[in-house]
Structure formats: C-alpha cells, structure tokens
C-alpha cells in the first residue's frame, strides 16, 4: 500500500469504535505520525466511542453540544490548543459547518501554508427555515478546503452542483472493515418447510425503522415469514420490543453484539435488511455473503447494493420493503448467487484498503 510521508491531523466529532480500524490502517500508512482529535457523543447518541488507537494517537476533547435537528452546533473545546502542539503538515476535518471551531482551525493552518482536507456525506439540498442562507453559508465553508473526500458518487455530485471543482474531490466509499480474508461461507438450500433468516445490525433508533421491518414481516405470507434476528442496542430498543410482541413475536432481540458473536449472526442469516438510514453494516455482511436490501438514504448505499446482489427500495415505504422481502425470500436459491456478488464486491472494490487508498491519495495531491 502507498504511504503518507508527512505529519497527519484528523479532527472528528466523536470517534466511534467502528472507525477505529480505519484510522488504524491509515495510520500504519502515514508513518510521519497520525493523530486524531475528539470529543465525546451526546448522551442519547449512544455511540460506542474508542479509548485508544493502536497505529495512531488518540487526543481526547472537549464537545458542548447546542441546540438540537436541523440548528445543532457544536463547541469543540481544546482544538486549538492540540493543532498548535501537534503542527501538523496537512489536517483532515469533518466538512460540516455547525462544528464552530473548524473555521478557527482552517485559518490557523492557512496562515502557515498547509492544505486541509474536509470528509463529509455531502451537500444534500436543504430546505425549511433561512434555507437560502444555511446554503450559502455551507458552500462558502466548503470552498475553503484544498481538496474533499466524500463516501458516494451522490455526494462527489453534491459538492461539485455546490461549486466546489469537481477535480479536487475523491470519493472513498464508506468501509469498516478490512477485504474478507475468509472463505465465502457455505449456506445450505433451506428444506421447504424451513424458514429464512432476516438479519439487522445496527443502533436502535427511530430512523433506523426497525418497526417497519417488523411490520413488514408479520404481513408477508405465512409461508415466506422468516426468522428475524434484530443485533444492537439503542434508544428505540423497548418500543420495538414493546412492538414486536403486537405484531411479530418471533422476532429476537440480541442486544448489542461484538466480535465472534456477531460473525455468528452473519453466518447464520440468509439476508441482511437495513430498512432506514446509516449503512456501515452493510459492508460487513456483505463480507459474510449476504444479499441486501436497503433504504435509499444518503447515497453510501448505491455504491455496494446493486441489482446483482441486492436490492434498494424508497425510504419510508413499507410496501416496497414487503414486496423486497417477498421476492428474495421465495428464491433461496438465487439469494446464494446474490451473496455470492456481495463478497466479489467488498474483496475487490469496496473495503478498508481501498479506502485507506483514497485519503492516501487525497494527502499526496494536496500537498505540494
């Protein structure tokens, strides 16, 4: 893998656990140094942050979080003071405006010459109250970095209609784990009489859309109604078992799940579903050899479900979500191919290498 010479600065909001294995990778590449800064979650985030790095150092800091939805801000204590001790030669910073120091930081390393890279989802368009100005203001914030990395084509086409040049931005589709290293799994044909397996991983939170998972389920014919295993924790957690007991009370409820648990649940599931927002599970179980379906939400999707391993429905439809579990449930057998799609696509295309890759290359350019 190529490497990064120079001394490398990441600001996050919060660095969850799922993303520790990437700024581990990345900084094995940058053997000039790579440090990260960041604060802690809100508490009803319920966000699993990381204690520590391996392959890079870990800055604890400081977050006040204002205000809430569409006008949330956040104060990220110390930020100066860890740029000025570290110095680096190139900083990497969340391309979000409601983050008040990054503007502070951007000038800091602009008086002394040194690029800085903005990561982010992308510039969807936006609307509701002072929509214009809350446009301009983000598309005057994004101008100012010397190159962007987003995780889809969505987003790359999303701050190039902003005005920012199409050329200096790269795309690094979304991984949190490395290519699969084991063998594609070996599911067997279900016996007629045998069920399915559904399979969700992910924070129970109302955007998820769990409920409507389970509503699908419990309106699918008795024949094709699978088994429904549900793997996280969250605030949503007690409604939806609260729900589950209404309308599906097959479905189990796992908890949060880790290591080779979790590689249980994938092994032992015929098809992963990802009914609302978010995605970074997606990748993992394609890893497993699981087919998709999943919600359209903020574009990382259409990168790694595709017509050959899966499929992606409307978000807040529970038809199409019915109609989706319908069709891949009565095809076993052809869910096998599909996972079997799934992993060509995440051993070669879409992993934590490639990834690591992109901001590799995105250092390199910007540097002159």
Same mark, same amino acid.
Not at 197 to 208: E, N, P, S, T, W
């Given at each position: 893998?190529?490497?990064?010479? %120079? ?5 996050? *909001?919060? &660095? ?12 094995v ?34 977050? &006040? ?5 569409n ?8 930020l ?7 110095n ?8 979000? =405006? ?8 951007? *000038? ?6 040194r ?5 982010? &989802? ?6 509701g109250?002072?929509a214009?100005?809350?446009?301009? *203001?983000?598309?005057?914030?994004? +101008? /100012? ?5 987003t ?16 050329e ?9 784990a =490395?290519?699969p ?8 044909v ?5 069920? %399915?397996?559904?399979?969700?991983? %992910?924070?129970?939170? !109302? ?6 998972l ?19 924790? %969250?605030?949503?957690?007690e *409604? ?16 949060? &799940?880790?290591?080779?648990?979790l ?6 599931? $015929?098809l992963f ?7 970074? !599970?997606? /990748? /993992? ?9 999943? !919600? @359209?939400? $903020?574009?990382?999707?259409? $990168?790694?479900?595709? =017509? ?21 449930? @009565? $095809?076993? =057998? ?7 799609? +799934? ?22 350019? +910007?540097?002159?």
């Open positions: 893998m190529s490497a990064f010479t %120079g001394k490398v600065g990441v600001v996050q *909001r919060v &660095l969850a656990e799922y993303r520790a294995p990437f700024f581990n990778a990345l900084g590449a940058c053997p000039g140094g790579l440090e990260v800064f960041a604060g802690e979650p809100r508490e009803d985030e319920m966000i699993k942050t990381a204690a520590s790095l391996d392959s890079a150092r870990l800055t604890h800091g400081k977050n &006040l979080h204002l205000l809430k939805n006008f949330y801000l956040c104060l990220q204590f110390g100066l003071r860890w740029l000025k001790q570290l680096p030669d190139i900083l990497i910073v969340e391309a979000n =405006p409601r983050y008040l120091r990054t503007p502070a930081a951007l *000038r800091w390393m602009r008086k002394r010459a690029p800085v890279i903005g990561w982010g &989802l992308g510039a969807p368009p936006t609307s109250l002072l214009g100005f809350r446009c301009q *203001r983000r598309a005057h914030f994004i +101008s /100012q970095f010397d190159a962007l990395i995780y889809s084509q969505t987003g790359a086409d999303e701050y190039a209609r902003s005005g920012f040049p199409p200096r931005i790269l795309i690094a589709i979304n991984a949190v =490395p290519a290293t084991h063998p594609l799994p070996e599911r067997p279900l016996a007629k009489d045998q069920p %399915g397996r559904v399979l969700f991983v %992910g924070r129970l939170q !109302a955007r998820k859309q769990v409920d409507k389970l509503r699908a389920c419990s309106q699918l014919p008795e024949v094709l109604q699978p088994d429904l295993v549900i793997v996280g924790d %969250g605030p949503d957690r *409604r939806l078992e609260t729900l589950a007991e209404e309308v599906y009370p097959c479905a189990v409820f796992t908890g949060a &799940l880790y290591g080779a648990e590689a249980e649940q994938f092994h032992s599931a $015929d579903v990802l009914p609302g927002t978010g995605g970074l !599970a997606i /990748q /993992q179980a394609m890893s497993y050899g699981l087919p998709m379906i999943a !919600a @359209e939400a $903020d574009g990382t999707q259409a $990168d790694l479900v595709r =017509p050959e391993n899966g499929w992606q429905i409307p978000p807040d439809d529970l038809t199409a979500l019915g109609a989706a579990l319908s069709t891949a449930l @009565e $095809d076993i =057998p052809a869910l096998r191919k599909m996972g079997a799609e +799934s992993y060509r696509i995440v051993s070669e295309e879409i992993n934590l290498e490639k990834m690591v890759a992109v901001f590799i290359e995105a250092l390199k350019r +910007s540097l002159p």
